[in-house]
């Protein structure tokens, strides 16, 4: 069982600079890919960047690829999404999450809210 817990979302300008943790709780947080999604209301969720167990491997999706950064702390149970030159369009909740292989997502965390205004 794993648990995670979203934070560092907020308010910022375009252009502007944001950074998301999750914590996740368990022993067995470095035997897991993690993710960041992100959700805008009527819209499905969508997938943003994932991250191998080591930290050796990313993939982004093609709309935040070269200003998003992923990346992980296995001996602080954490997982970040650097967001630079943020846009209105990466407005979103924006949700960690932890799974074993990449087509399944097994564990979500509650999300935090980013907007970024124009």
């Known amino acids: 069982q794993v648990q995670l817990v ?3 979302g907020g308010l910022v300008q375009a252009g502007g600079s944001l950074r998301l943790s999750c914590a996740a709780s368990g022993r067995t947080f ?3 890919i993690m993710g960041w999604f992100r959700q805008t ?4 969720r969508e997938f943003v960047a994932r991250i ?5 491997t990313t993939y982004y999706a093609d709309s935040v690829k070269g200003r998003f ?3 992980r702390d296995n ?4 997982v970040y999404l650097q967001m630079n030159s943020l846009k209105p ?3 979103a909740v924006y949700y960690c999450s932890a799974g074993r292989v990449v087509s399944s997502w097994d564990y979500w965390g509650q999300g935090t809210q980013v907007t970024v205004s124009s």
């Open 6 to 8: 979203e934070s560092g």
């Open 30 to 32: 470095s035997r897991y």
């Open 41 to 44: 209301p009527g819209k499905e």
């Open 52 to 56: 191998s167990w080591s930290g050796g």
């Open 69 to 71: 950064t992923i990346s």
């Open 75 to 78: 001996a602080k149970n954490t």
């Open 89 to 91: 369009e990466d407005t």
